[in-house]
């Protein structure tokens, strides 16, 4: 009981605005005597700052052409393509949609609410690269050091080209991890001796941790020589650890101090806690005919539990409004209500596009993005072509892999967010809204 008292307590303290070198120091004594995560999984709900909000017409869009929106979210929703969504746009810094579709629990009956907590697998990607960018900009690492600097079980690296393996030639930096040009993949390349070492190593284990995953990496050759190509696939798994060995501190940790607690990210974790479940939608999959099924139950879901495994790469849940709070920091140029945590030139490495030009454009097996290359977090638009006409030039985002888009556009001011949680991963519902919003800018 004691110990549960001096734990509330600290914990209060921790959670209000006291100088940071206070709450720091408070934050390390409980942790040396509670133990790491309690901070995290045990902290209180407290109320964060209201984001700023404005009429869609005092921003120069038109509430009308807005509502289009809703029918077409209506319509996915009657077309049983998804069971429900959430809609949330911002202008000029300012939210001017935050809307919730149909249901989040279809078995429970349970209506989608624009607060719901979702799996957002690969949107954790720009989050990590972001906190990576933080011990850039502290001195403590250098997109261009070789990553073995860090994880010394990459100084030899291998990789596998025509049924062989043989040493990498060129080297694998921090910057190859942070714009997918390492030679990783998710295990499904198509190259038979990195797809079979990738199963054998089991190499996104979820019992296992981040530092186990480091000594699986020498066993697995790369798809190519590190920055000759664009392969999707675990780097930022990868650049999670390198965190982890910089810092001295957990991913989870580090990503609470450096990004979740400054921005007001409340609901934004590796797992859902038990006080929070009421809110977690659940997972389903999708025929892409109208035919959904259950795929991850809320009640029953492994995200119900702290994973041994803090995935950099996919592994966060989040809402629509926590992510809303990272991304217009993004688009102030590293600031959120007051608070810098990135440079406005750091920013700019994130959202212009980093990949060599004898790489080209991004592209996922056959399905090659004209005019798509990749910064050092997003995905960025360089010129239009044939693929997402709807887009921007200059725009930039990704999603994760039950559906979830984003998008900004810097030249409009604008910020969207698309939320379901349909896989396998569909491009429904940016495809169909990306067009009907930018034509609601009227000025």
């Known amino acids: ?80 393509r998804i069971p429900g969504g959430i809609v949330m746009i911002a202008r000029h810094g300012k939210v001017v949609m935050h809307k919730a579709y149909g249901k989040m629990d279809l078995e429970a009956d349970k209506p989608m609410k624009p607060d719901t907590i979702v799996r957002i697998y690969s949107m954790s990607k720009a989050i990590t690269t972001a906190a990576a960018l933080m011990l850039y900009e502290d001195g403590k690492l250098d997109v261009d050091d070789p990553v073995s600097k860090y994880l010394p079980e990459l100084k030899s690296v291998m990789v596998a080209a025509d049924g062989e393996t043989h040493p990498a030639k060129q080297t694998m930096t921090i910057a190859d991890l942070m714009r997918h040009t390492a030679g990783y993949t998710y295990g499904r390349s198509g ?31 790369l798809v190519f020589e590190p920055g000759t190509d664009w392969q999707y696939g675990i780097s930022i798994d990868v650049l999670g650890r390198v965190i982890e060995v910089v810092s001295g501190e957990t991913l989870g940790d580090f990503l609470h101090k450096r990004i979740f607690d400054p921005l007001e990210m409340k609901d934004t974790d590796f797992f859902v806690p038990a006080d929070k479940v009421d809110r977690f939608a659940a997972n389903y999959n999708t025929d892409g005919k109208g035919k959904l099924t259950l795929g991850d139950a809320a009640s029953e879901s492994p995200y119900l539990t702290s994973p041994e495994f803090e995935s950099g790469g996919g592994g966060l849940v989040s809402t629509a409004e926590d992510y809303m709070r990272f991304l217009l920091m993004i688009a102030a140029g590293g600031e959120f209500n007051g608070t810098r945590l990135l440079s406005p030139e750091t920013v700019a490495l994130m959202t212009t596009n980093q990949v060599p030009e004898s790489v080209g454009w991004i592209k996922f097996g056959k399905e090659a993005r004209g005019g798509v290359g990749f910064g050092f977090g997003f995905s960025v638009r360089e010129s239009m072509s044939d693929w997402d006409p709807d887009g921007r030039v200059g725009e930039y985002g990704w999603g994760g892999a039950a559906s979830t888009h984003y998008w900004v556009s810097p030249k409009d001011n604008l910020v969207v967010i698309t939320i379901e949680q349909i896989m396998p991963y569909q491009w429904l519902t940016e495809f169909k809204l990306k067009g009907l919003i930018y034509d609601a800018i009227v000025q």
């Open 1 to 80: 009981m004691f110990h549960q008292h001096i734990a509330s307590t600290v914990l209060f303290l921790s959670s209000t605005g006291m100088p940071n070198m206070i709450r720091a120091i408070v934050n390390v004594t409980v942790l040396s005597i509670f133990g790491h995560g309690l901070l995290h999984a045990q902290s209180p709900s407290v109320a964060t700052t209201p984001l700023p909000s404005a009429d869609a017409a005092d921003v120069g869009m038109s509430p009308d052409a807005l509502r289009k929106v809703d029918a077409a979210m209506q319509e996915s929703i009657d077309q049983n």
């Open 191 to 221: 190259n038979s001796l990195h797809d079979e070492a990738f199963k054998e190593l089991d190499m996104l284990q979820r019992d296992d941790s981040l530092e186990a995953m480091q000594t699986k990496l020498a066993k697995l050759p």
